[in-house]
T-cell receptor, first 110, second 111 residues
């Protein structure tokens, strides 16, 4: 099983601050996906990164895939309370099954 | 917007009983998945299904589990004889163009 380590596990910040969360593995992934999960709901896809070194932006969220396709980061600029949630990274194996990390639980307080 | 629908949202059962969790994937999707998430733990892959057969399964998906697509729209996960440790959120997902769309999940509580 390809392990994905996410850090930090928990993050509590004030509205307006910037933050970065990380997803690391010793394995190479063909693609890596970031999801956000709200309590009592299923994961919702934010972005998929495929190419090593790729950077994708989604409004205030910036996603980066490492050159070696083993790690990724999510940077949020000027966090808002609506960004609160569990952020999951998941790597796709050869058969498309997703291997998830444990997630980073983010709390943004006003 | 099309979505994956799961029923029931919460299922309570006695240990040893059979349960069937139901999913209606997004129309025209061809790949289907079941995942589970035990409280406080990560989302874990159980099984993938394509062309009316299992394409991949994890070590968790033992003989107690089975999947079926009985009528071309529903996709079900059956647990034959539930154990306490089967208590978890079970998520169904369907896929198109390498993107998996998840349902809201069924919370299974085994007493």
């Amino acid at each position: 099983t390809q392990l994905l380590e996410q850090s930090p596990q928990f993050l509590s910040i004030q509205e307006g601050e910037n933050l970065t969360v990380y997803c690391n593995s010793s394995s190479v992934f063909s693609s890596l996906q970031w999801y956000r999960q709200e309590p009592g709901e299923g994961p919702v896809l934010l972005v998929t990164v495929v190419t090593g070194g790729e950077v994708k932006k989604l409004k205030r969220l910036t996603f980066q895939f490492g050159d070696a396709r083993k790690d990724s980061s999510l940077h949020i600029t000027a966090a808002q309370p609506g960004d609160t949630g569990l952020y999951l990274c998941a790597g796709a194996g050869p058969g498309y099954a997703l291997n998830f990390g444990k997630g980073t639980s983010l709390l943004v307080t006003p | 917007e099309p979505e994956v629908t799961q029923t029931p949202s919460h299922q309570v059962t006695q240990m040893g009983q059979e349960v069937i969790l139901r999913c209606v994937p997004i129309s025209n999707h061809l790949y289907f998945y079941w995942y589970r998430q035990i409280l406080g733990q990560k989302v874990e892959f159980l099984v993938s299904f394509y062309n009316n057969e299992i394409s991949e399964k994890s070590e968790i998906f033992d003989d107690q589990f089975s999947v079926e697509r009985p009528d071309g729209s529903n996709f079900t996960l059956k647990i034959r004889s539930t154990k306490l440790e089967d208590s978890a959120m079970y998520f169904c997902a369907s896929q198109t163009f390498s993107i998996q769309y998840f349902g809201a999940g069924t919370r299974l509580s085994v007493l």
